[in-house]
């Protein structure tokens, strides 16, 4: 038992570490892909082709003087970016390996309850600041993501039901010799744009909406402080992506095409940062509850009644 323990703990530091290598390569890619879309060579100078541009940025934040509002409440003010990443890296542990690491039978459930818990680190971070810029950003933020939590929740069920289980390893058995891509591009394409507005990237970044908010919920957040909240932020893209590629392109984790496939979606975030301006608020909020939720409703339903009627035609 104790060997067993220790064995979890060392596989899952080590991905944790990859993680986060993976995050720092991933803000590389962004920066050069911004680049080359402006017109530009983006990072070029830190190492080889700017390979070590990531590094040199952690080393600057993390060494940087750290201040804290003196009219903040510290220790909310302290721990936010800290829980934060610490739900993001958490998440990670819900990854479909055949070896049966974390046997997760509820994947899906503690997907949803760890992103829904990520929503009173954006609200504490805002409050405790204790300036009316970071508490606007917060409560943007915390609207956005409760909105888009919901259809989220619904597309999930639809394939919860169609598939009959919550443990992210049936999708690797449905798909063995068939995407669902190919016949749910709908839900495709409402996944991803749910997908950028719950992680608030380009076109739906309200939080950190300069022009409005002086960068939002993280305004009065420098050094170390800011780099975990950047660090919590590219995590959940990464897992997002990742968990877009196991519902729809199949979850083989020992080839290296899945992983292929993972780099492709982690950069249609980035292809759609550089492409589209910001969307308004109110339109936001009226494609979250007036668009997304009656599409994802009715898939839901449909899910339903096909598992109903191919259970009745089973038995």
């Known amino acids: 038992m104790l060997n067993e323990l220790l064995f979890l703990m060392v596989v899952s530091l080590l991905l944790l570490i990859f993680v986060m290598v993976g995050v720092a390569f991933l803000t590389l890619l962004e920066r050069k892909v911004l680049g080359y879309i402006h017109v530009r060579s983006g990072p070029n100078k830190v190492g080889f082709l700017g390979i070590l541009q990531p590094f040199g940025d952690a080393i600057k934040l993390f060494t940087s003087e750290q201040v804290f ?66 508490l606007l950003g917060g409560l943007r933020s915390v609207a956005q993501t409760i909105s888009y939590e919901v259809s989220l929740a619904l597309i999930l069920l639809s394939f919860v039901f169609l598939v009959g289980s919550y443990n992210l390893l049936s999708f690797y058995y449905f798909q063995c010799y068939f995407w669902f891509v190919w016949i749910f591009i709908p839900l495709c394409m409402l996944w991803f744009v749910s997908c950028l507005a719950e992680t608030s990237r380009t076109p739906f970044d309200f939080a950190e909406g300069e022009s409005e908010l002086v960068s939002g919920f993280n305004i009065e957040y420098g050094g170390g402080g800011f780099a975990l909240i950047f660090l919590a932020e590219y995590s959940s893209i990464l897992f997002m992506s990742m968990l877009f590629c196991v519902i729809f392109f199949g979850c083989d984790l020992d080839s290296f095409y899945f992983y292929f496939k993972l780099v492709f979606i982690s950069f249609l975030f980035i292809w759609v940062r550089g492409t589209y301006p910001r969307f308004r608020y109110d339109k936001l909020m009226y494609l979250a509850w007036s668009s997304f939720l009656p599409l994802s409703l009715n898939y839901l339903l449909f899910f339903m009644g096909l598992s109903v009627f191919l259970f009745s035609f089973l038995i």
Request: aromatic letters at 28%; proline letters at 5%.
């Open 69 to 134: 509002p003196s009219v903040s409440n510290y220790l909310s003010y302290y721990f936010s970016p800290v829980f934060s990443l610490f739900l993001s890296l958490l998440l990670w542990l819900i990854m479909p390996y055949l070896s049966g690491f974390f046997s997760f039978e509820f994947g899906f459930l503690f997907f949803l309850c760890c992103t829904s818990l990520g929503v009173y680190t954006l609200m504490i971070a805002g409050w405790s600041s204790n300036s009316n810029y970071s």
